[in-house]
């Protein structure tokens, strides 16, 4: 099993065995990207999206 960690903040966003993923940072809002290779044992995303998008929190209330 691998950790997933984010290339930014470097949370700890999932744990498993994947093939392809693409998950986004609840803590800084970057999308990683990351394919499997079979020797890594605690996974930090060096590719990732450069666009961040808002989220709920981020956003003004009326």
């Not at 999932?14 to 093939?19: D, N, Q, S």
């Amino acid at each position: 099993m691998h950790n997933i960690r984010c290339g930014s903040c470097n949370r700890l966003l999932a744990k498993g065995l994947f093939e392809q993923l693409e998950i986004k940072c609840p803590r800084c809002g970057k999308i990683n990207e990351r394919t499997a290779s079979p020797m890594e044992k605690d996974v930090k995303y060096s590719h990732c999206k450069t666009s961040r998008t808002l989220d709920r929190r981020q956003t003004k209330t009326r």
